[in-house]
């Protein structure tokens, strides 16, 4: 299995350009999740889905947007960049036995916004 | 605002000590789970404890829960340098399907 895949690894984009960073795993996890990961800030979730075609918002969820068609992707939009989200974004499943929430992290994407 | 915050926000040990962290949250939890994150890359799972347990092992990792006191702590034993990382504590709510990340410690073994 390959895991949580995240594509682009990295990414330069100029405010007000719009982009998706992709998402997929090979695991069957019905849980999946994103995270923004700042400076001294920890991991913030952005968007989360629980089951294809069910999504819902987290901590930080303006200026972003997510779909979830298959149980396998789980794209995430950024509709106008802005300089306030460079960062390093993760995404992540979960088997979700027992409710744990126990999450498998991706690689990773690190996008400036210039 | 976070749930959770780890205490120290950075340890610097020799290779061979033990090395403790602390988690403190802010509300009541269904499980608490840590988790591992070396530079440039991706969060690991390590280990996850369960609001009606207090200790849990997974090889020379060691974590306990003291709900009345709503902190954690994992002990990580005969440190190595490949330890060197960041962990972070991460909690669920009951009734939540969030999983909330603390700020993390960063740790070094120095070899």
């Not at chain 1, 690894?9 to 007000?16: A, P, R, S």
Request: aromatic share 8%; charged share 20%.
């Amino acid at each position: 299995n390959a895991g949580v895949t995240q594509t682009p690894k990295f990414q330069v984009l100029k405010t007000g350009q719009s982009m998706t960073l992709q998402c997929a795993q090979d695991m069957n996890h019905e849980y999946m999740s994103w995270y923004r990961q700042d400076p001294g800030m920890g991991l913030r979730l952005i968007h989360y889905s629980v089951g294809a075609g069910i999504t819902d918002q987290g901590e930080v969820p303006n200026g972003y947007n997510v779909s979830r068609s298959t149980t396998e992707d789980f794209p995430l939009r950024l509709l106008s960049a802005a300089p306030s989200q460079t960062s390093v974004y993760f995404c992540a499943s979960s088997p979700d036995r027992a409710k744990s929430y126990e999450q498998y992290f991706g690689p990773g994407t690190r996008l400036t916004v210039t | 605002s976070q749930q959770g915050e780890e205490d120290p926000q950075a340890l610097s040990i020799q290779e061979g000590e033990n090395a403790t962290m602390n988690c403190s949250y802010k509300t009541s939890i269904n499980n608490l789970q840590w988790y591992r994150q070396n530079s440039g890359r991706g969060l690991v799972h390590l280990i996850l404890i369960r609001s009606n347990e207090r200790e849990k092992h997974s090889g020379r990792l060691r974590v306990t829960l003291d709900t009345s006191k709503k902190s954690s702590s994992l002990l990580i034993t005969a440190s190595r340098a490949a330890d060197t990382a960041s962990y972070f504590c991460a909690t669920v709510l009951f009734g939540n399907e969030k999983l909330t990340f603390g700020t993390g410690t960063r740790l070094t073994i120095i070899p």
